[in-house]
C-alpha cells in the first residue's frame, strides 16, 4: 500500500511540519454496498416527498430592477444624477441610455 507522503510528494521537511507521516488507506473497499430496499424506499418518498430540487423563477420585473443594483450601475446612476446636477442634460441622457441598455440585456 502506498503511503500518504508518496502520493502527495510530500518532502522530509513537508513531513516534518506536519507531525510526522500522514497515514492514507486507498485499499479498495471490501464492501459491497446493496442500497435500500423496496420498502425503506416507499417509506422515505412516503416522509420526505420525491428528490428534486424546486427552481423558481424569478420574475422579469425583478430581474430587470436587480440590472440597477451592483457597483457598476451605482457608479453610472451617481454619474447620471451629478451630470443632471449640472446642468449638462446631453450627457446625462447618454449615462442613463446606457444604464437602460445594460438592464435590457
Known amino acids: ?6 502520493i502527495l510528494g510530500l518532502s522530509s521537511s513537508a513531513r516534518d511540519n506536519y507531525g510526522g507521516a500522514l497515514s492514507l488507506d486507498i485499499s479498495p473497499a471490501t464492501t459491497t ?3 435500500l430496499t423496496s420498502a425503506e424506499a416507499r417509506r422515505r418518498l412516503g416522509e420526505f416527498g ?4 424546486s427552481e423558481e423563477t424569478p420574475s422579469r420585473w ?22 443632471l446636477g449640472l446642468g ?3 450627457e446625462a441622457a447618454v449615462v442613463g441610455g446606457l ?7
Open 62 to 83: 425583478r430581474v430587470f430592477l436587480l440590472k440597477f443594483w451592483g457597483p457598476i450601475p451605482w457608479m453610472l446612476e451617481a454619474a447620471f444624477l451629478v451630470q
Open 33 to 35: 454496498p446493496i442500497g
Open 1 to 6: 500500500m502506498a503511503s500518504a507522503n508518496d
Open 99 to 105: 444604464l437602460l441598455f445594460n438592464a435590457t440585456l
Open 88 to 90: 449638462e442634460y446631453v
Open 50 to 53: 420525491p428528490n428534486t430540487v
